[in-house]
C-alpha cells in the first residue's frame, strides 16, 4: 500500500500549483483522502478531504475558495487545486487516506500516509 504526493515547488504570491497522490495497493474507490500540512516550526494541520465518492468534503477556513480537493477513482489519485498561494501556505503536504467514508480533520483517524512534498510560497 503506497500513497505517493507529488507537484510540490517554488511559486510566488498569488500563483498556483496543483499536487497530486497516486495510491496503488489499495481500493481507493472505498476510501477518503486528504491533504495536510506542516510549515515551518508548526504542527500538522488539516487542509482538506474528500469522501470516497466524492460527496462530502471539508477544507479548512483558511483555504476555503482558493484550495479544491478533487479525485478521479478510474486512475487512482486524489488532486489538492491551490490557487492565490500565499507565503503562509508555505508547508510540506502530505496527502493521507482512510478506508472510510468519513471526512476528519483529525490527523489520527487517518490509517495511510504518504510522504511529504514541499510548497515554498516566496513574498
Known amino acids: 500500500v503506497q500513497l505517493q504526493a507529488s507537484g510540490g515547488g517554488l511559486v510566488q504570491a498569488g500563483g498556483s500549483l496543483s499536487l497530486s497522490c497516486a495510491a496503488s495497493?489499495?481500493?481507493?474507490?472505498?476510501?477518503?483522502v486528504a491533504w495536510f500540512r506542516q510549515g515551518p516550526g508548526k504542527e500538522r494541520e488539516f487542509v482538506a478531504a474528500?469522501?470516497?465518492?466524492?460527496?462530502?468534503?471539508d477544507y479548512r477556513d483558511s483555504v476555503k475558495g482558493r484550495f479544491t480537493i478533487s479525485r478521479d477513482n478510474a486512475k487512482n489519485t486524489a488532486t489538492l487545486q491551490m490557487n492565490s498561494l500565499q507565503p503562509e501556505d508555505t508547508a510540506v503536504y502530505y496527502c493521507?487516506?482512510?478506508?472510510?467514508?468519513?471526512?476528519?480533520?483529525?490527523?489520527?483517524?487517518?490509517?495511510?500516509w504518504g510522504q511529504g512534498t514541499l510548497v515554498t510560497v516566496s513574498s
Open positions: 493521507a487516506a482512510d478506508y472510510s467514508s468519513k471526512v476528519s480533520r483529525r490527523s489520527y483517524e487517518w490509517k495511510l
Open positions: 495497493g489499495l481500493v481507493f474507490n472505498r476510501h477518503s
Open positions: 474528500l469522501s470516497w465518492h466524492g460527496g462530502r468534503s
